[in-house]
């Protein structure tokens, strides 16, 4: 049975670090399997592919991965997704596949909003490395960047209420039965309510990305929780 401390002033970003890290780790062992360096390059040469990726070396100069890390990225991405691209649907049946004591697919579709930066309906394997590099290597402050995105539902630059709690209720779903103590069914609310108290500084009902950054950054909890990212890989 999982054990979430559901009570923490951190719970929103910590609660999405261990989710976000749970899968990574997933996709990291499915990539750990025998293969050469000239193979997976070639794979990525000749792929036949909808989507050809681009090369590890550009990859390489544009994340903060090395060129090995990126094979085994690579790897594991193939395994999972052949076509060289990602589609909502099938990303929910993976994300599936992680939280069966629950139902994962209005978070998932968030997350995949989030990976999905063009809105062009699909991650690529670029998509997937460039959002990793950020959740793994990034500064304290691209992966602030980053859990505000996927907080802003609408890309307006602000967090609302509804939105924070669309995305509260979509990890209690994700998580089901399997937290303890049971939560109460107001338990999103209440947290959502915590959270604006916290860091709607000027009470005008809604959260900029510099006050979810400030209050972020002044908490303890949250700044160890971006800790949990750095050695996933």
Excluded at 21 to 27: G, I, N, P, T, Y
Excluded at 116 to 131: A, K
Excluded at 206 to 213: H, L, N, Q
Aim: contains cysteine.
């Amino acid at each position: 049975m999982l054990t979430l401390e559901w009570e923490s002033e951190g719970l929103q970003t910590v609660g999405i670090v261990v989710i976000i890290c749970a899968s990574l780790k997933l996709l990291h062992l499915l990539g750990l399997i025998d293969f050469s360096e000239d193979s997976v390059e070639d794979e990525m040469e000749t792929a036949t592919a909808r989507h050809r990726p681009e090369t590890l070396e550009l990859l390489e100069a544009q994340s903060k991965f090395t060129k090995k890390e990126l094979q085994i990225l690579y790897r594991g991405f193939k395994n999972e997704c052949p076509s060289g691209i990602v589609n909502e649907e099938t990303f929910k049946e993976i994300y599936s596949q992680f939280f069966p004591q629950g139902d994962s697919t209005t978070y998932a579709h968030f997350l995949f909003n989030a990976f999905d930066t063009d809105h062009n309906g699909c991650v690529s394997f670029e998509d997937f490395v460039m959002g990793l590099s950020i959740l793994l290597r990034g500064t304290v402050q691209e992966k602030l960047n980053w859990a505000f995105n996927l907080y802003d539902i609408n890309k307006d630059g602000y967090i609302t209420k509804e939105e924070m709690l669309d995305i509260m209720k979509a990890i209690y779903d994700m998580m089901g039965k399997c937290t303890y103590p049971v939560v109460k069914e107001d338990a999103p609310r209440q947290h959502v309510e915590t959270f604006f108290q916290k860091m709607d500084k000027n009470k005008d009902g809604v959260v900029t990305m510099d006050e979810f950054i400030e209050s972020c950054q002044k908490d303890e909890n949250i700044m160890q929780s971006m800790q949990l990212f750095e050695n996933v890989i």
